[in-house]
């Protein structure tokens, strides 16, 4: 053949009986058949433009195959398949044509690419042009194949075609994607194929380098110091910083890691430093390294993962070992880095989810079944990893879209294996993580896994069954008219009039999708855009419920929906509302349209709704945007007042100890009254610890379990510490006032307040960290909000609620029998000191407790009617001052303190004398109303000297200003 001929391959079936004689070329049969063929297909093909010959060049089983040539110098478009076409007719005579093929053009020469090439770089491969021998002229279509598999022109395959070849470019490669790439040209009847491969020397794990992307270091004292900068890269490979000083570079192997360490020098001068670590002998694979130097005085932000900082500093510490992308924190006013960034991925999870996105794009559904199922078996390996990754949530939601887009078919154990994979990536501990992904609205995440859902649901088949996980339940059934469903006693579906018949109803309940889906709608949407707009937060406050009929959706369905208040704290403005994909320029919020709340009885919901897709139920917090920031500055001040007070509280009784204790009454009440604020100042210092600890969290991670739950302990063993200390004032009050006639000794009575004031707290409190703890993951704490007793699953508030109650009941029972004793016939006792120290403890009790009880009686009202702001300013101003009350109501009010204070400290001996002076006169002015009645309408109340004291006057005072 000439170099200007083009030969086209051609197999020809005939409808005749094949003969083991036809396979030799020199059998008379041979002979005869080619002899008979050979005319009709030159007449057939003959009238092609620069035709030369036909050539049979042999025949084969399969009826009788006849594999012939036809050489011409030129292939015009239309003309070979007009001639085909003809062949038919032409044979007629001989025998029926069975099937006519042309055989493609094998191109010798492999498909191009740069190599080697690494995971995660881009490629172009370059198909065509054909020869001239191929016969191809203009491109007319274009296919491409990963092995038997076709790739399809989406996601990371991008395929582009002229008249004379094809390219397609794959970007982020992944291992996946090593194997035979063939590409297809066709022209006509004529195929041009070219091949191509990547194989384990061509396509390489790329090297991932392990740097501090951008770090600050800090000044102190004006010297040099030296800051170490560490690169590491796993092995075969190998790193290098670029342009340090000779003999500053340390090596070392750690963690299955070639690193490199090299002591940058500090010369204290504020300035940032840019450097370079590089993979030797592998161009294009380096990173640089931001060192910010600051002064010590600039610093706020320091913690362990984002190193120190000053107000709008960035850290790019990096993800650590294993892990690959980026974490990215900005240090705020507050003293908190605030993560704006973390695409961290484990780097196995990182290159086989990839694997597994790359395998959905090119998904048949044949493979469906298995794919999903191996996809659930890595998620379930791999919870932790998967969970804490918003980058890899994100590529398993893409994963199960591409599901949805090639299934017809959808078995019971394929969605079963479909749901354990999404009850991973929606349960409770990624609500962070989500968090994350809903900030960024052009990833529009959350609405795509429900949107997948909706779509796999539509291709389910097979007869009734149920699929059920941690906190997802399917059922499917066949529909009956009306139809209802109770589904976990949290919500009953009532469907009426759907005019269908022999069709299944199917049902999803997610019990979580709460911590996914954004509790957007429109007016959230609009009011997030304003930075004035205020009002109060909205959220998803039932399970989220997904209804399809087999696929199709009634006309117009009577759908009642009875949903049971996950949160029934929040009683106002329910919203029936289902989920529009449509809304919010298709990123999707919860829509009201078709859906009315019918009634709110019992903490259930009832709505009705005149269409079927993903429904929930909406409620309110009632508290502004910006309140909760208020109501913490509010705290923080009045704890830090709380704290002050009661220092100085206990200074005041150290100072005044000796003269206030002279008699066991004076000496019980003052040892409470310690007691009380030494409680107090404990729990507030645990307090403020608990919120350091909160605060110092990274954002998208958990509060940390052990350190919050001791925060926890210690706050709830002294609040009650000092509910029970006050108990014992109050009972010290009943037993001196009442049981007149009793005497105890003072060791005893001091062993049943120490008993009762800490020994009955911490049982309380142990108790119900070991029976909580264990019942649910955090079920002694919060899930968020600080560190404090759980309300939600295990109840364990009710450790403080129901023990804090229980004492403000028993001590206001023990001031009216103590008012009404003394009302009647005064106080029994020999010692006006006596009498003295039992009215300060009456005052205290009348005072002290009707205060706590109304602080915490308050927490009650803010439970109760959680959207009304008042009772939180309320709350959070007296519950945050208690050590201010006791300072000024257990101290500072009473006068036998005082001058024994002025008696102490020299420096108030005249105020002390002015203060007698004035008062001295009688004059009821600021006094105590109700003691005045008791004094004007008993006479036992006299003016007396004060026993073992130097001034008679101090005694009267002391007695008159109670």
Not at 41 to 67: C, K, P, W
Not at 765 to 771: D, H, K
Not at 933 to 962: D, F, K, P, Q, W
Request: proline letters at 4%.
């Amino acid at each position: 053949m000439s170099q200007n001929e083009i030969e086209v391959v051609m197999l020809m079936t005939l409808d005749l009986t094949f003969t083991p004689e036809l396979s030799n070329p020199t059998s008379s049969q041979f002979i005869a058949l080619r002899g008979t063929v050979q005319p009709v297909l030159e007449a057939n093909y003959q009238s092609l433009t620069g035709f030369r010959s036909i050539n049979v060049r042999g025949f084969s089983a399969g009826s009788v195959v006849v594999d012939f040539t036809i050489r011409t110098t030129e292939v015009v478009d239309g003309e070979l398949t007009a001639a085909n076409l003809n062949l038919t007719q032409s044979f007629k005579p001989i025998a029926a044509v069975l099937g006519l093929t042309t055989e493609p053009f094998i191109s010798p020469d492999p498909i191009n690419f740069h190599y080697p090439v690494y995971t995660g770089q881009n490629r172009t491969l370059t198909c065509g042009p054909p020869p001239p021998q191929a016969g191809i002229g203009v491109v007319t279509g274009v296919s491409w194949t990963l092995g038997t598999n076709p790739v399809q022109n989406r996601g990371r395959f991008q395929i582009t075609s002229s008249a004379t070849g094809s390219r397609l470019t794959i970007s982020n490669l992944v291992p996946s994607d090593r194997g035979a790439f063939t590409c297809t040209l066709v022209s006509g009847a004529l195929r041009f194929i070219q091949r191509g491969r990547f194989t384990t020397t061509t396509l390489l794990a790329a090297p991932v380098l392990l740097v501090n992307r951008e770090s600050n270091a800090v000044c102190r004292g004006g010297g040099n110091t030296d800051t170490p900068r560490r690169c590491c890269v796993q092995p075969p490979y190998r790193a290098q910083w670029v342009g340090v000083t000779p003999g500053t570079v340390q090596e070392s192997v750690e963690q299955g890691n070639n690193c490199v360490q090299y002591d940058y020098r500090l010369d204290c001068t504020p300035t940032t430093v840019t450097t370079i670590c590089r993979v030797i002998g592998i161009p294009g694979f380096q990173a640089s390294s931001r060192l910010n130097i600051i002064t010590a005085a600039a610093v706020i932000c320091n913690n362990t993962r984002y190193g120190e900082g000053g107000v709008g500093d960035e850290s790019r510490p990096g993800c650590g070992p294993g892990l690959e992308g980026e974490r990215l924190a900005v240090c705020q006013a507050s003293g908190v880095w605030l993560t704006r960034t973390n695409t961290c991925i484990n780097t196995y999870i990182f290159t086989n989810i990839n694997d597994f996105l790359t395998k959905s794009e090119i998904l048949i559904q044949g493979d469906v079944p298995t794919f999903v199922a191996n996809l659930s078996g890595l998620v379930s390996d791999n919870q932790t990893q998967i969970t804490d990754s918003p980058v890899t949530i994100s590529a398993i939601v893409d994963i199960l879209t591409n599901v949805g887009n090639v299934s017809t078919i959808i078995k019971e154990d394929t969605m079963q294996s479909i749901l354990n994979t999404v009850d991973v990536i929606v349960g409770d501990v990624t609500v962070e993580s989500w968090a994350d992904l809903n900030a960024n609205r052009s990833l529009n995440t959350s609405s795509l896994l429900l949107s997948s859902m909706e779509t796999i649901t539509q291709f389910l088949s097979g007869d009734d069954f149920s699929v059920n996980t941690s906190s997802i339940l399917l059922n499917r059934t066949r529909l009956s008219d009306p139809f209802m469903a109770d589904i976990n006693s949290s919500l009953v579906i009532n469907l009426q009039n759907t005019n269908l018949t022999d069709t299944f109803i199917t049902t999803i309940t997610f019990s979580t999708l709460s911590n996914v889906l954004p509790p957007r709608t429109n007016a959230s949407f609009n009011a997030s855009q304003d930075a004035n707009a205020t009002g109060p937060e909205i959220l998803i406050n039932a399970a989220v419920v997904l209804i399809q009929l087999n696929g199709s959706r009634a006309l117009r369905p009577n759908l009642t929906l009875s949903y049971r208040k996950r949160n029934t704290s929040l009683t106002e403005d329910p919203q029936c509302v289902f989920w529009n994909f449509q809304l919010l320029d298709f990123q999707g919020g919860w829509d009201d349209e078709g859906c009315t709340f019918v009634s709110d009885v019992d903490d259930v919901v009832e709505c009705n709704c005149d269409h079927l897709t993903s429904f929930s139920m909406l409620m309110s917090t009632g508290l502004p945007p910006g309140a909760a920031e208020a109501l913490d500055i509010i705290t923080y001040i009045g704890v830090a007042i709380s704290i002050v007070s009661l220092v100085i509280c206990l200074i005041i009784e150290a100072l005044t100890w000796k003269a206030m204790t002279r008699n066991t009454t004076s000496y019980l009440r003052h040892v409470s009254l310690v007691n009380i604020a030494v409680s107090l100042l404990i729990a507030d210092i645990w307090f403020i610890i608990g919120a350091a600890i909160t605060s110092e969290t990274d954002p998208t991670e958990m509060v940390p379990l052990a350190a919050c739950s001791a925060a926890t302990f210690f706050i709830h063993l002294f609040y009650l510490a000092l509910f029970f200390w006050m108990l014992v004032s109050a009972l010290l009050l009943f037993y001196r006032t009442v049981m007149v006639f009793s005497h105890m000794s003072k060791a005893t009575m001091l062993a049943i307040g120490f008993s009762l004031g800490y020994g009955a707290p911490l049982v309380i409190a142990v108790v119900t960290e070991a029976a909580t703890a264990p019942q649910v993951p955090q079920g002694y704490i919060r899930d968020n909000n600080g560190c404090w007793l759980r309300w939600e699953d295990t109840f364990a508030l009710l450790a403080f609620i129901i023990p804090a109650g229980v004492i403000v009941f028993i001590n206001f029972v023990i001031l009216i029998v103590v008012l009404t004793k003394m009302l009647r016939r005064g106080v029994e006792s020999s010692h006006s000191e006596e009498k003295n120290t039992l009215l300060v403890i009456l005052r205290s009790v009348a005072i002290l407790f009707p205060t706590f009880g109304l602080t915490w009686a308050l927490g009650v009202g803010v439970m109760v009617a959680p959207r009304n702001l008042g009772l939180h300013v309320t709350f959070a101003l007296f519950n945050s001052l208690q050590g201010f009350f006791i300072l000024v109501f257990g101290t500072l009010m009473d006068p036998k303190i005082r001058a024994a204070l002025s008696r102490t400290i020299p420096a108030l001996s005249s105020s002390s004398n002015q203060t007698r002076t004035t008062s001295g006169g009688g004059s009821s002015t600021g006094r105590w109303a109700l003691l005045n009645r008791i004094r004007g309408r008993r006479g036992a109340y006299h003016v007396m000297s004060a026993a073992n004291t130097s001034s008679s006057n101090t005694a009267s005072e002391s007695y008159l200003n109670i």
